[in-house]
């Protein structure tokens, strides 16, 4: 199981589909210790908000229910096709359309920079 998997177990302690209902439980954040991350790409909080792990890349799954597969990296998006009920998708180029999207890309990355000193 890769250390991604084995960080995530250890932060979610529970995540049940009861009657079609998705419920998430963490343990507290002074439970454990988060790890030192070396990124192709930017950090982002895990679905626990406790620890940062690595943002996905381009063509790597996304989504999940409370994001547990993950958040895009700067640039991508989460696209989901046909998943029903999971929400689980795939980063993709993020098609900019006018220059108010660009500057709140820009925005979004100056503040997320900010954010990564863990």
Not at 9 to 15: D, E, G, K, N
Not at 63 to 87: I, Q, W, Y
Request: proline share 3%; aromatic share 6%; with cysteine.
């Amino acid at each position: 199981m890769s250390s991604l998997k084995l960080t995530l177990i250890s932060q979610v302690l529970l995540l049940l589909l009861v009657e079609n209902s998705w419920a998430l439980i963490c343990l507290p954040c002074s439970e454990f210790e988060c790890q030192e991350l070396l990124c192709p790409g930017g950090k982002v909080l895990g679905p626990c908000g406790c620890c940062y792990e690595c943002a996905k890349q381009k063509k790597e799954s996304c989504g999940g229910p409370f994001g547990t597969d993950g958040e895009c990296d700067l640039g991508l998006k989460c696209v989901t096709r046909g998943h029903f009920g999971a929400n689980i998708g795939v980063c993709e180029e993020e098609q900019l359309s006018d220059d108010n999207e660009f500057i709140e890309l820009l925005k979004a990355r100056l503040t997320r920079r900010g954010g990564n000193h863990d």
